[in-house]
């Protein structure tokens, strides 16, 4: 036995010294593979960079036919440099730029083909498309897209291209469905089968309003993009960023400073400068005017990353990172109807109160009620007309959400006792950060509540939730996409309504802001944060600059297809939770970041601008952009934000604010107060700045008619002349003067020291208001010179129109019970039918839903030179207290007025009284006629 042990184990050792050798020759063998990988590795990609285009024996060629410099799309945004070797990688056409244009250009077969003949469907037609065989350019390509094209009204068209086998992220706005086809459509669809091109005709003109026939449609998971080309220059909107001009002036001369631009749409705080940049909200829409007068829009809803890229064919390519292509076009044909369409579709704009369209004191930096209490004070002895006050984040215990600092104690007492007493109202700011630091052993309360109810947006690797940094230190941030989220915030306002009685509700960073850069501790490297492609002009190509990681997970999505939803869903939830704290008023709801549909809920202001003359002018833009936008009550801070404003910078400011739909003179702490009555401004600052408030008050019957009609129908309040006037070419480019409705034309001094301004008057007859005197015939169609004292800003009457207006007082809480007036601008007699048609809408000002519960007072006026028309269609609004129309202003009549029969009631001689003005006009003027607001009357006229 001990042989045979000793013979096994010699025999054992044998074998185990095989298995050795084997194992080294494995080893060497791995080590072999992986050398050679690591040679191929290096050698490939080197060969690949620098030889023939890669893939070229498997992909279709590129398609380059000679193109004009204008007609050639970005195929390499990415790098505003590429070579050729990597341009014809890509499948695109190189030739070498001398301009502005790209060097390597999308090739005519990028695209897809028409895979089958199209469907009709209940709404319109369908159609299947397969990506044709073009080299890959990101991941994730997508082959098989399905495009929908819904006729759903005749003014209005959806164009919808999407992933037929993977539901796609898209943002949850309200939209109308149909179940019919519009029977008599404004427009005409053609397209081509290979490549695939889509063509919408205005039927009316046979203009090509959208035509993808540049080439270029390329669908993958994170990225997506598709160019048009335009049917004119006229091209307006976009946002939201600082335009240099209203018109992005897509021609091909020296004063063009849009050609070949990019414009980002990523919602983040952002200071406006003159850059690119992309700003606090995302709107993705456009209106356009063609180049017979004819007005469309288009809107993509898509609420990803995206980049719009305009050249001066004209035309413009989308890219954006996620969602789907969702078009919506509104084929008008009138500015005005294109708006109206537009809203419709994302939502009609929110009623504001009466009081809200005031003027408006605020400052970061009253550090107190007192401070707050003496503002107040010295404007209301001064005799400065104001609304509202409102108050900012140094109100808040350690800057934290529903809380008061111990300097503001007492701000429910000044509420209650005294602003609301004096018939003011007060406006407290809110952010959406909660503060997760505890002070000492005291829990917030606020943030525990919220932690148990799980309401935060959470980190993608494990669900913790994720923590960026702002004023009060570390925060979370509520998920406004959840259900539970919107309950546990409408809870939390309502608690604090009860300690603090505010009128409105002031929605700042809601971007959403972050101090920090994603999380705490930065980002994690995915396809999420660091997407194959970001868009051009964000901070260091980072879409989470300044906000989230866009891998934080919300309720139904991750934050990158979320992202620019934030501010909008904050809104949604303020909206609701205003109106469960306080179900009789209506209160407002102002919110820094927004998107279409954001109207609905919110006002809007402009942001953080400078004490500086231009900014100005860009808040002229601004404001005429956001009433394209749908969200037409809106203003800048008056005197800027940053900076010292001069005395004579305050004063234009402040005469040009009276016109912002939204009127708010606000500036950063640390900067000299700049309210009318601060000490540092003159006697004669003080007298016109009190002239221009008192002239706002005067006119809010006819601002308040006009929201009325945003409200109901979705019009512009604030609009361009070329919205009233789109068949005059030389209103196009103007947007140094603007309109309030169809009846008054603002002409505001924009340029330091001047005293004077180059106004233009389309062809129709205008009135000074200020003086009651006609324009001269000659001025129609015409620019001209007119003074412009710094007392007063210019002001016009359109012909045809009738402006309801009101004594002022001190607030609106008193001027709505003092008399009102009606003044009636006659169109030019000899050219017209000498008609002037306006009207007056009224109620408590107050409660919420009048219009829709008929709790209120619609009046058609109509008025020639000797009838008037008072017609009450509605008058369900009934107040012991109605003011009374006691004066009457009739301007360019023609003769001496000889008897004035009000309700078959003469009136006595001295209560009509006739004015000379200019070429042969006169004005008359009708005293105490005092006839209510709320029935019918008819005024009969007699001349000698």
């Known amino acids: 036995m001990a042989d045979s042990g000793e013979y096994q184990g010699k025999r054992q050792g044998k074998y185990g010294d095989e298995d050795e050798d084997q194992n080294r020759t494995w080893v060497w063998m791995l080590i072999g593979v992986l050398l050679f990988c690591m040679f191929a590795g290096i050698l490939i990609p080197f060969v690949l960079e620098y030889s023939a285009p890669y893939y070229a024996w498997r992909w279709e060629d590129p398609v380059c036919p000679a193109l004009t410099e204008e007609e050639k799309i970005d195929c390499y945004p990415e790098d505003d440099t590429p070579n050729w070797y990597r341009c014809l990688k890509r499948g695109c056409c190189w030739h070498q730029s001398t301009t502005r244009a790209p060097s390597c250009y999308m090739a005519m077969n990028i695209g897809y083909n028409l895979a089958q003949e199209e469907r009709k469907t209940i709404s319109g037609y369908q159609f299947d498309l397969l990506r044709r065989q073009t080299p890959r350019v990101y991941s994730g390509e997508i082959w098989r897209l399905r495009l929908d094209i819904e006729m759903q009204t005749n003014e209005r068209l959806r164009v919808k291209f999407y992933d037929p086998g993977w539901k796609r992220y898209e943002p949850p706005i309200d939209t109308p469905q149909t179940t019919t086809v519009a029977q008599f459509p404004l427009y005409r669809i053609d397209y081509t089968k290979e490549p695939f091109t889509l063509q919408i005709r205005r039927r009316a003109t046979d203009t090509v309003v959208f035509n993808t026939s540049l080439g270029g449609m390329y ?35 020296e004063k063009n400073v849009d050609t070949w631009h990019v414009w980002a749409m990523h919602a983040r705080n952002q200071f406006p400068d003159d850059r690119s940049q992309n700003l606090y909200g995302q709107f993705p829409y456009y209106v356009m005017i063609e180049n017979d007068g004819s007005a469309h829009g288009a809107l993509l809803l898509n609420s990803n990353a995206m980049e719009a890229s305009l050249t001066p064919l004209p035309s413009i390519t989308y890219r954006t990172t996620g969602g789907v292509l969702d078009f919506w076009f509104f084929f008008g044909p009138t500015p005005e109807k294109v708006t109206e369409q537009y809203c419709e579709t994302v939502g009609r704009p929110v009623m504001p109160p009466y009081w809200s369209l005031g003027f408006h004191l605020s400052r970061w930096g009253y550090d107190s009620t007192d ?26 215990d350690e800057k934290r959400e529903f809380t008061l600092g111990s300097q503001f104690a007492n701000l429910q007492d000044y509420i209650d006792n005294i602003l609301h007493r004096y018939g003011y109202r007060c406006v407290l700011s809110f952010h959406p950060g909660i503060s997760s630091e505890s002070q000492g052993s005291t829990q917030y309360e606020p943030f525990q509540r919220g932690l148990t109810k799980k309401v935060y947006i959470t980190k993608s690797d494990n669900g913790t939730i994720l923590y960026g940094e702002s004023w009060p ?12 989220a919107q309950e546990w915030y409408r809870d939390e306002v309502k608690q604090f309504y009860m300690q603090v009685p505010f009128d409105g509700m002031w929605l700042k960073m809601n971007e959403p802001d972050n101090f920090r850069h994603g999380d705490r501790y930065g980002c994690w490297r995915n396809w999420w944060n660091y997407p194959p492609y970001v868009p051009r002009w964000m901070h260091d190509r980072r879409m989470w600059d300044r906000t989230l990681c866009m891998d934080a997970t919300q309720k139904t999505d991750r934050h990158y297809n979320l992202h620019s939803m934030y501010g909008h869903q904050m809104a949604v939830t303020a909206h609701d939770a205003y109106r469960d704290a306080n179900p009789g008023q209506r209160g407002i709801i102002l919110s820094r970041s927004t998107f279409p549909g954001t109207g609905k809920y919110a006002g809007h202001w402009l942001g953080d601008n400078m004490s500086i003359w231009k900014d100005l002018h860009y808040s002229v833009i601004g404001m005429l952009e956001f009433g394209l936008f749908g969200i037409p009550f809106v203003g800048a801070n008056i005197c800027g934000y940053f900076g010292e404003a001069e005395e004579q910078l305050c004063l234009r400011w402040h005469q040009l604010g009276m016109f912002y739909p939204f009127a708010r003179n606000h500036n950063v702490r640390d900067e000299l107060d700049q309210d009318p009555m ?15 408030l008192e002239t706002r ?11 009325h009609h945003a409200h109901v129908n979705g019009s512009m309040v604030a609009k361009p002349i070329w919205a009233e006037f789109p068949n005059d070419v030389n209103t196009w480019d103007i947007d140094r003067q603007f309109m309030w409705g169809s009846g008054l034309l603002i002409s505001p001094v924009l340029d330091k020291d001047s005293v004077k301004v180059n106004a233009y008057f389309p062809d129709c007859r205008w009135y000074d208001y200020w003086t009651g005197h006609p324009m001269a015939r000659t001025s129609q169609r015409r620019y001209i010179t007119i003074d412009a004292p710094f007392d007063q800003i210019p002001i016009h009457i359109k012909g045809g129109a009738v402006i309801p207006t009101q ?21 030019d007699l000899d050219f017209t039918d000498g008609t002037a048609i306006g009207d007056l809408f009224w109620d408590d000002g107050d409660s919420r839903n009048t219009y829709e519960y008929r709790n209120d007072i619609f009046a058609r006026i109509e008025a020639t030179e000797d009838r008037i028309s008072y017609v009450a269609d509605r008058a369900g609004y009934d107040d012991p207290y109605l003011p009374l129309i006691q004066n009457i202003t009739i301007l360019g009549t023609r003769k001496e007025v000889y008897q004035v029969f009000v309700d078959h009631q003469q009136l006595q001689p001295w209560q009509a009284e006739t004015t000379e003005t200019l070429y042969n006009l006169k004005t008359l003027t009708l005293y105490n006629v005092d006839i209510t607001i709320n029935e019918d009357h008819d005024i009969d006229i007699r001349y000698i």
Do not use: C
């Open 678 to 692: 601060a000490d540092r401004f003159s006697l004669d600052f003080r007298i016109a700045v009190k002239k221009a």
């Open 807 to 827: 004594w002022h007082s001190q607030s609106t809480r008193f001027s709505r019970f003092l008399g009102m007036g009606i003044t009636i601008a006659l169109p």
């Open 473 to 484: 230190g570390w925060i979370a941030y509520p998920d406004f996409d959840d259900p539970s």
């Open 219 to 253: 669908f993958s998971a994170q990225y997506l993009t598709i160019s048009s080309r335009l049917p004119s220059e006229n091209f307006y909107g976009l946002g939201e960023n600082r335009h240099p001009r209203l018109q992005h002036m897509l021609d091909k001369t």
């Open 697 to 707: 008050y005067t006119l809010l019957p006819y601002l308040y008619s006009l929201f």
């Open 371 to 396: 401070r707050m209490k003496y503002i107040a004070d010295r404007n209301r002895l001064g005799g400065m007309p104001f609304d509202g006050q409102f108050a900012d984040i140094d109100a808040l």
